[in-house]
């Protein structure tokens, strides 16, 4: 296996950071585990920003979003884990991320995080 899991979310120059514009990154096949039982759980990732001077670098991202798939995380702890950073790496003007995890239990659990730079 050539690629693995990692933390680091890597970076490029914006090329247009005079204007902005929206970036959005659909990722449909999101797993971690329960904290309480171990049992995975699974979800979709949509992230929207704004960037400022940085972007994020795709694979990076991918590989970054595999890295949570044998750890136990709440769906609020990693939902707002993955926005703090991504705000870290790319300081971007405006972030979304939403995370849509799958009914277990009977319930389904989307958790919504934002951060504006300009406020």
Not at 11 to 35: G, S, W
Not at 83 to 89: G, L, Q, Y
Request: net charge neutral; charged share 25%.
């Amino acid at each position: 296996m050539s690629s693995q899991p990692s933390k680091e979310v890597q970076t490029f120059p914006n090329p247009a950071p005079e204007r902005d514009y929206e970036i959005a990154f659909d990722v449909p096949e999101f797993t971690c585990l329960c904290p309480l039982t171990g049992q995975p759980d699974f979800a979709r990732f949509t992230i929207k920003y704004v960037p400022d001077q940085l972007c994020v670098e795709l694979k990076s991202l991918k590989l970054y979003m595999w890295s949570y798939r044998n750890e136990g995380a709440f769906h609020e702890k990693v939902t707002n884990t993955i926005a703090d950073d991504i705000v870290k790496a790319i300081q971007p003007r405006k972030l979304t991320v939403v995370g849509d995890f799958f009914v277990r239990g009977g319930i389904g659990t989307i958790v919504t995080v934002t951060h504006d730079k300009r406020k």
